[in-house]
């Protein structure tokens, strides 16, 4: 697919009235979102290693938040990175992500933070994604679209196993930040699977989180897909998804660990299920069957074209 700009469509949209430009190897969109630079713009400069802190470093960390947090009433907590700095110096374009107490409440506190949240994750964490496949959907919002299965290497077994997995494998996008954003907690992140482009499972998320009522697990919605608005889909929480194992949202999980919003601060550094499972009743997904998948893509794609939009 070459480049497309989804101008008049995403100028649409509720988030902030300023403009930038969302990239990806697939597509390119004019999207409105915070003038706040994007986490992932410094993803391609060097780290050093000795920035990244070690688990003790962490915890020491966690206890001096945890400790101000129970000796202050103010709203707005210190970031990690302020108790790190005194053995890890940050470079000069990480220092305007140290204070999260801009926000003017507490929806634009999570927003800001939900924006450091993400730049750590990349910066101090073993996050191996490919950036070009990550798209700002909004502040603190974004989505990851994972267009093949994770390859095992290994013996013959795994090379049998890969193409099997590979030649089963159906697409999906999902978003993470949509639900710490959320102030008052009724949004959910979502996951949309199917056999469709890209920039469709793009602009899906994009209507589902513009809905005056939050989906909710059972929910069954029409008007979510702009090209085909009489098309009604479900949502079930990922938890109880037959295929869970299948589809992992891998940046929401590890988001949704250090947000401690769903998750204890002292299994931060543990791989345990029911800290998973936690997460994952939070998460929402569509599942969109082949055939129903096929006629979205022709319809999106003749939509597209009214639109002016090349493809």
């Known amino acids: 697919m070459t480049t497309a700009t989804f101008n008049a469509y995403f100028s649409s949209l509720p988030w902030s009235p300023s403009s930038s430009t ?19 713009s410094y993803h391609h400069q060097q780290i050093d290693d000795s920035f990244r802190p070690s688990s003790e470093e962490w915890r020491f960390a966690l206890g001096c938040i945890k400790q101000q947090m129970y000796n202050s009433t103010g709203a707005g907590l210190p970031c990690p990175g302020s108790f790190m700095a ?60 994972v267009a093949q299965a994770p390859v095992e290497f290994g013996d013959p077994f795994d090379d049998l196993l890969n193409q099997i997995m590979q030649t089963a494998f159906v697409p999906y996008s999902y978003s993470l930040g949509a639900r710490y ?37 059972g929910d069954s919605r029409r008007g979510l897909f702009t090209f085909a608005p009489s098309i009604a889909v479900e949502f079930k929480t990922l938890d109880s998804h037959p295929q869970q194992y299948i589809i992992n949202p891998e940046l929401t999980l590890i988001y949704e660990k250090v947000a401690l919003d769903l998750t204890d601060p002292d299994a931060l550094y543990s791989e345990g299920a029911l800290q998973k499972s936690a997460i994952l009743k939070r998460v929402l997904v569509c599942d969109i069957p082949d055939e129903l998948a096929q006629v979205l893509t022709e319809l999106a794609a003749a939509w597209a074209s009214s639109q002016g939009l090349t493809l």
């Open 86 to 145: 005194r053995n890890h110096p940050l470079p000069e374009n990480d220092k305007g992500y140290l204070d999260i107490s801009t926000g003017d409440d507490i929806s634009g506190y999570r927003q800001v933070r939900s924006e450091r949240l993400v730049r750590y994750m990349f910066r101090c964490m073993d996050v191996n994604i490919d950036i070009s496949s990550i798209i700002n959907l909004g502040k603190g919002v974004y989505i990851h679209h």
């Open 22 to 40: 969302v990239s990806s190897s697939n597509f390119s969109i004019n999207t409105p979102y915070s003038t706040v630079s994007s986490p992932l």
């Open 181 to 217: 954003t959320d102030a008052l907690g009724y949004t959910s992140d979502i996951v949309i699977r199917g056999n469709m482009p890209a920039w469709v499972q793009s602009l899906f998320l994009t209507e589902c989180f513009r809905q005056e009522t939050p989906i909710r697990p």
